[in-house]
Each structure stands twice: as C-alpha cells, then as structure tokens.
C-alpha cells in the first residue's frame, strides 16, 4: 500500500470515527434514547387546510382546539384560553374558545403522539403588535432520562385576521423518531406582539 494510499485511508476513519463522536453525543443530549408515550394520540385524521389548497392529513394536538377540559396545555407570563374562535371552524364543533398570548408570554401543548412520518406542524392565528413582533415555535423533545431538547420550529409574523399558519417544520425529530422519540410537544412564544391561537394540528404522514 502507498504512504498516499495509507494517509487517504487514515482520514476516511479518523472523519468517520468523528462522526460517530458527534452523533452520539447528539443522541446523547437530543433525547434519542426514547420519549416514553404520549399524553394523546388523537387518530381521527382530516383535511383542515384544503380550503388554502393543503390536502394533507392532519391530526388534532391533545387539547389543541381549548374547547374541552381533559389534556392540558402548560400556560406562563400572560397566556391564557378565552372566549373566541378561528371562523372556519374547521372542527366542525362550534367552538368558541381559543389560545391568548400577550407579549412575552409562552404556551407549551401536552405531549402528541410522534412517528417517522410527521413533517410538520399547522394551526390558526392572528396577532397584533409592532413589526418587529413574531410568534416563535418550538418543538419540545423531553428524554426518558428527562433531557430536554428544543428544536426551532421557525416563526409567525402577527396579522390582523385569522389565517392558516404557514408548515412548521418538524424534519429534525423525523431523524430522533428513528431512535426512540415517540412524543413531542409544540411550545409558542409571544415577542412584541400578542397572538391568539386556535386548532393546532400535526401532520401525521409524509407528503409527496
């Protein structure tokens, strides 16, 4: 074998050998050891956003139209479920409550069942604030060792009106799921603007 042979060969294992470092250490700190269950699994799958041409299956988060009691959503800094609904009502229930955020508050849904498969996150919004304002959404990955691992979702400009969120990227879990995440959690954060929320939903299957 080459001296020139040989060194390729040598930095083909020491990149490999690093990568591996990295994954686990990846694992390690992602909560890729496994989520235990969920708090829901709400399998009654429908097309909420086909009337904004989005034909995708969906599924409702645990509490995620904040019409009933039951799964809780963990509330702080102003967030609050009052009166007042998105006007599709694309739950068909009549509903007519719905997610407060004023400026600098949080909320973080119960934990929702999670697949390799689930792409992506979707709800109903309208905020109103200053420019600058955005409403950040987390995915939240807690370990059965209770490492908390929190992904960036991406954010919501405020609007005036009601309006389907945009896809709120969920690609990175789909990598965790392989190796244990079973749930997830969405977390929202309200900066510079208030926000109301309504029908949060997760993506269960890929789309071509």
């Not at 074998?1 to 690093?18: K, N, P, S």
């Not at 609050?80 to 009549?94: I, L, Q, R």
């Not at 392989?178 to 900066?191: D, I, Q, S």
Request: aromatic residues 8%.
């Amino acid at each position: 074998m080459t001296r020139r042979r040989a060194a390729i060969l040598l930095v083909t294992a020491l990149a490999a050998t690093a990568a591996l470092a990295a994954a686990t250490a990846q694992s390690a700190e992602g909560g890729l050891i496994g989520t235990g269950a969920a708090s829901g699994c709400d399998m009654a799958a429908s097309h909420p956003f086909e009337a904004w041409g989005d034909n995708a299956n969906y599924l409702l988060v645990p509490g995620g139209s904040f019409e009933a009691a039951g799964a809780e959503w963990t509330l702080s800094r102003g967030a609050y479920v009052g009166p007042g609904n998105e006007p599709f009502n694309t739950e068909g229930d009549n509903g007519s409550r719905s997610l407060y955020l004023l400026p600098g508050a949080s909320a973080t849904s119960p934990t929702s069942c999670f697949q390799l498969g689930d792409w992506h996150a979707r709800f109903f919004v309208r905020g109103t604030g200053l420019r600058s304002g955005r409403l950040e959404v987390d995915v939240v990955v807690r370990s059965l060792l209770g490492v908390l691992t929190v992904l960036d979702g991406g954010s919501v400009a405020p609007s005036g009106d009601w309006r389907p969120s945009p896809r709120i990227g969920m690609l990175i879990c789909n990598v965790t799921s392989l190796v244990g995440t079973k749930a997830v959690a969405l977390r929202f954060r309200a900066v510079n603007a208030a926000f109301q929320i309504d029908d949060v939903y997760i993506d269960p299957w890929k789309d071509f």
